[in-house]
């Protein structure tokens, strides 16, 4: 029941009707009990919408394409991982200051060390664009032996140079024999749901296969991999370990993970 009293959250971005933090989140609010609402608002008004997040008192939202990046600057304070990946996708309103975080970057952290030890490991990580730099930073953290392979070489080499990580051509893929192969590309995504960003030679040596990817929920990359006998990650982990993030730093309460999982899951499948 909404009523004077209800808490507001949002998602900025563009476009946004195909987005499924709304469902998800507004699903874990009624399960927690919590008067807490979740809205989407398509805009490329930035700099409006966030006086309208003060102006309006919201308790935070969520940011997407295009405005992940250009937010840090506009920010009141941004968290110190965040200000490194140069990325906030979650921003909270402490009484009138705007805070940014960027929860993807833990989120694939915790989705891998599910399955999977960090430190030491030898990692390929596939793409250089917002995923990857998230994962990236969160990787060397961890200390993981991280290389970026990318289609745009100079990307792979700029992001490897900001981490602090190593950088690799995409041929080489094969002989680099990685113990984690992340794909933090698009390739595999629906609609163009019907490649891989990799050789199966490459996964003879099974290597545990985390595809950021999750429409669809099974890309061919994890079909691959699962054939070849590698452990795998689905995107699905990280997507739902970002929003639970999300909800603890709105809420102060952990998440009904297993809830939001059905209604992604759901959600995916219409
Ligand atoms: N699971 C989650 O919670 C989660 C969170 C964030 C993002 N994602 C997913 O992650 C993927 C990447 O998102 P992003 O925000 O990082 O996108 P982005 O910034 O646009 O980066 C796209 C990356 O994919 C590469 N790429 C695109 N098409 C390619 C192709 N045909 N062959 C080889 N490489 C190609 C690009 O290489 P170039 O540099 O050469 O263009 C770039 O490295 C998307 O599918 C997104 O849905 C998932």
Redesign the pocket.
Known sequence: MLDSKTKLISLLGHPVEHSIGPAMHNAAFKETGLNFVYLAFDTTHLNTALAAMKGLNFRGFSVT?PHKQKIVELLDRVDPLAAKILAVNTVVNENGVLVGYNT?SD?AINALKGKISLSGKKVALL??????RAIAFGLQQEKALTTIF???FE?AKSLAKAVGCEYSQFEKLESFKPEIIIN????G?SPKSASS?VDKRVLKNKPLVFD???TPLETVLLKQAKTAGCETVS?LE??LE?GAEQFKLWTGQDAPRELMREVVERELAK
């Open positions: 394409i993807d989120a793409g250089a664009g917002g995923a990857s990318n289609r745009t990307k933090a590309t698009s390739v995504m960003p950021v990817v999750y995107g990280m997507f970002q």
